[in-house]
């Protein structure tokens, strides 16, 4: 599938964000499966699907395995499904 390797402004807090302490992150973007993003930083790796609008910078285009398109978004998937249940585990500590 195509993607995009793309950079974006991030930072660690708003205190950061407001002295425009900020650094640049790579991410990737395939826009043909719901826009989705998969960023690898520091030790995890974030995917999501609800990119919008957001300012970004094209590095360069690449081709992305769907055997990874799809393994992110069934985490996507799982990750809703799990979150989903948090009133549940909440209600087990009351």
Known sequence: MKGLV??????DSVLDWTHGVTYEIKCILIPEANNLVITPHREQVYAR???KGEEY???KEIEV???LVK???AYIKMKNRFDGLKEKFEALLE
Not at 6 to 11: M, P, R, W
């Open 71 to 73: 393994e992110a978004l």
């Open 6 to 11: 793309i950079a974006q402004q991030g930072c």
């Open 49 to 51: 699907t609800d990119f």
């Open 57 to 59: 910078t094209v590095i």
């Open 65 to 67: 395995s769907d055997d």
